[in-house]
Structure formats: structure tokens, C-alpha cells
């Protein structure tokens, strides 16, 4: 069993930056790939970001390339999300999840998830 709490979500004006962080319980967090998502007002759930359970391999979405950076620390049992030139677009509740096998696997597949953060852009 894995828990994840989000926290570092706020308002933030067009160009700044926000860091996200993911606080996991339990001793096999190492063991887990870690996404990030996002999902705006109507719209669907969407991959922004993962890194391997080694932090060896990361991915992004097209979107955010060049602008976000995922992280992880596994003796803290933490997973970031380094956001800089956010733009309005960005705005959305961020989500992060644990899966075992797949890096980037399909929204509905991730085995855990926490309860989301709210990143809010001001133009």
C-alpha cells in the first residue's frame, strides 16, 4: 500500500515558477514509477510528467517540455514537479501517481493516487 499526498499548488501570475511535491508512505516507494497529471475544468485527466523508479528515465508531455522538470528522492520518499514559465494554460488540479510497471502507463492503469494540488495561472 502506497500513500501520496500533493502539496506546493498555489496562484502564481504568468512566467513564475511552483514546485509540486509528492510525500509517499510506505517502505516500497522505490519500487514505483511516478507520474504526474493534470486536469483542468471539463477537461480529461492528462499526462504531464514521469520519472522511473530509479530516476533514471523520465518523460514529458509535449506541452510542458523545456518548462518542467520531475524529480525524485528515495530516501525521502518524494517525487517533485519543477514548473517554471507556467502559463495560463497550466492551470489545473495537479495529481501525482505511483504505478509498478510501466513508466507511462494509461490514466485509468496507475496503482495509486494522491488527492491533488490546485496550480492556478493569472494572465
Known amino acids: 500500500q502506497v500513500q501520496l499526498v500533493e502539496s506546493g499548488g498555489g496562484l502564481v501570475q504568468a512566467g513564475g515558477s511552483l514546485r509540486l511535491s509528492c510525500a509517499a508512505s510506505g517502505r516500497t516507494f522505490s519500487s514505483y514509477n511516478m507520474g504526474w497529471l493534470r486536469q483542468a475544468p471539463g477537461k480529461e485527466r492528462e499526462f504531464v510528467a514521469a520519472v522511473s523508479w530509479s530516476g533514471d528515465y523520465t518523460s514529458y508531455a509535449d506541452s510542458v517540455k523545456g518548462r518542467f522538470t520531475v524529480s525524485r528522492d528515495n530516501a525521502k520518499n518524494t517525487v517533485y514537479l519543477q514548473m517554471n514559465s507556467l502559463k495560463p494554460e497550466d492551470t489545473a488540479v495537479y495529481y501525482c501517481?505511483?504505478?509498478?510497471?510501466?513508466?507511462?502507463?494509461?490514466?485509468?492503469?496507475?496503482?495509486?493516487w494522491g488527492q491533488g494540488t490546485q496550480v492556478t495561472v493569472s494572465s
Open positions: 501517481a505511483a504505478d509498478r510497471h510501466a513508466l507511462r502507463p494509461p490514466a485509468g492503469r496507475y496503482d495509486y
